[in-house]
């Protein structure tokens, strides 16, 4: 009796098991078939100009150039037909191009008409933390939020985009994101008529529903985040860009919340690479592609020949995963936007052979390492961000050498209110594109970054800097931690956590 009971339970066992087994075998058959490359190659016409956002110079006001912006909802018509319900600052999608230059002052004046919360972070930007626009500045609806500061940093292209605790890459998506302009007098030796020879190139993906509205939902088996299978740059799609001088210079910002891009021609013609996320560098670099991962920035300068009609392109990016990478993007290649050059063209300046300053620091200045593991989807040294914990203090105005290493899928690594030096990559010097200042970096799974760091001048001892992946879906997994910057380096664990104000 009882040995027949044990056999029948034996059984149950191994065929539950068997169900189980089969089931996971099937799932991942199902994922590895449906990981189907994504091509607009060859697919576009290139039919609609391309939108240059406004350029915003603001007004001087006492000596500060005062900037608006207002955040609020509406609907755009990218497709022939198609209404897409959309968010955007001063219109229905992205917003103007703030123009800043170093070392003046500036304020901008954020108005959330959105029903939801939001903040308005300035990537890139050395500033107070209590203007920096990270989840502790929550501008509640009907609000305005006033931060200024002194611009003091070199020319760059920076971009500014919502921050709110865990609804970043739901804001993103919807259409809040725009570039801002740092401009001095080394980069005014390039290209610099906005929307003539200096173009943004704001790129992200997006999925189109039946309806219009922006899909929400990952492809299957995407673990950074949702994918998208055509491209919007500048809000344009199937966009192409009139050129009339000979050499134009494109500022490429990856605002996608989660794909990363090679950028290159379609004839394969080499750019001049002249600056990185934080400024110019300090010789330009001929290259034949540029990978950019969500929040970095790269500006190229590239020459054209009269009437010749030039496609940027995104070839299928390395995101270092080997062969789950083509389910990430990695198999993936757009058409991003066509050049479009006239009959005559108007000469353009030389690109000078020395842009950039060294930095004025080196590894022997560092008086603190730390390393930085991020893990999964959601955790920075097996944690997961808490607006109340205190990761990291800082004493302001030192150097640090940190170590970053991403496991398991893509990462990038962010770190808020400086720009960076990357010293080696998995122990090797970096290759020319990483060599001068940023401030995301792309992590190839299992590499070892080396970043150099000098913190600012800005203490605050009770409200602290983000660092997080940038792939959003992570971010706000809570793939972040808070650094406070205080005058000695000392601080305490925690603080308050945010709160709404007004409304
Ligand atoms: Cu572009 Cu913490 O953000
Ligand atoms: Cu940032
Ligand atoms: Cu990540």
């Not at 903040?119 to 609000?143: C, E, K, N, R």
């Not at 980069?187 to 929400?216: M, N, T, W």
């Given at each position: ?20 087994v ?19 190659v060859?697919e ?39 209404d ?11 917003g ?10 500036v ?27 990270g989840?502790h500045?929550?501008i ?42 740092v ?67 494109l ?24 600056a ?64 479009r ?132 879906r ?14 000695d ?15």
């Amino acid at each position: 009796m009882a040995a027949r009971h044990i056999v029948l339970r034996i059984l149950l066992v191994v065929g539950v098991v068997g169900l189980l087994v089969a089931s996971a075998v099937g799932v991942v058959l199902y994922r590895y078939w449906d990981g189907r490359a994504v091509s607009t190659v060859g697919e576009l016409s290139f039919e609609n100009p391309l939108r240059i956002p406004e350029l915003e110079e603001g007004r001087v006001e006492d000596g500060r150039r005062v900037h608006e912006l207002t955040a609020s909802a509406g609907t755009t018509s990218f497709k022939p037909g198609l209404d897409t319900p959309t968010l955007g600052y001063d219109g229905s999608y992205l917003g103007p191009t703030l123009l800043m230059r170093r070392g003046e002052e500036v304020e901008v004046r954020v108005t959330n008409e959105l029903d939801e919360g939001t903040t308005t972070h300035w990537h890139g930007m050395s500033l107070p933390a209590v203007a920096d626009g990270g989840p502790h500045s929550p501008i509640a609806p009907g609000d305005t939020w006033t931060p200024t500061w002194t611009v003091d940093q070199r020319a760059a292209t920076l971009w500014y985009h919502p921050h709110p605790h865990e609804q970043t890459e739901d804001q993103v998506r919807r259409g809040l994101a725009g570039m801002v302009i740092v401009e001095d007098e080394r980069s005014d030796l390039l290209p610099h008529d906005y929307g003539v020879d200096d173009i943004p190139v704001i790129v992200q993906d997006r999925g189109f529903a039946a309806d219009g509205a922006f899909e929400e939902g990952s492809a299957v088996g995407t673990q950074t985040g949702t994918l998208g299978d055509e491209l919007l740059v500048n809000g344009t799609w199937d966009p192409h860009l009139g050129v009339t001088t000979e050499r134009v210079r494109l500022r490429l910002l990856n605002a996608s919340t989660a794909r990363v891009y090679d950028y290159g021609f379609a004839d394969d013609r080499p750019f001049l690479m002249v600056a990185s996320d934080g400024g110019l560098l300090e010789t330009p670099v001929p290259l034949d592609r540029i990978q950019l991962s969500p929040g970095e920035r790269a500006e190229i300068v590239v020459e054209v020949e009269p009437r010749e009609r030039v496609v940027l392109r995104s070839f299928a990016p390395d995101l270092g995963l080997g062969p789950l990478e083509r389910f990430e993007g990695g198999d993936d290649n757009f058409d991003v936007l066509q050049l479009r050059a006239a009959a005559d063209l108007d000469p353009s300046p030389e690109v000078p052979g020395a842009l950039g300053d060294p930095p004025d620091f080196g590894p022997e200045d560092a008086v603190a390492e730390r390393t930085f593991r991020l893990n999964g989807t959601g955790e920075i040294n097996g944690e997961s961000m808490d607006p109340e914990r205190i990761d990291t203090v800082v004493r302001a105005g030192s150097v640090e050498r940190w170590e970053i290493r991403g496991d398991g899928t893509a990462h990038s690594f962010h770190l808020h209110d400086v720009q960076f030096r990357v010293l080696a990559v998995d122990g090797d010097d970096p290759p020319p594109e990483l060599s001068g200042w940023k401030d995301t970096v792309f992590l190839r799974s299992g590499i070892r970054f080396d970043l150099l760091v000098r913190f600012s001048h800005h203490a605050d001892a009770e409200t602290p800097y983000m660092y997080h992946c940038h792939l959003l879906r992570h971010e706000d997994n809570g793939m972040m931690g808070q650094v406070l910057v205080t005058e000695d380096g000392e601080g305490p664990d925690r603080i308050d956590a945010p709160h709404e104000h007004g409304g």
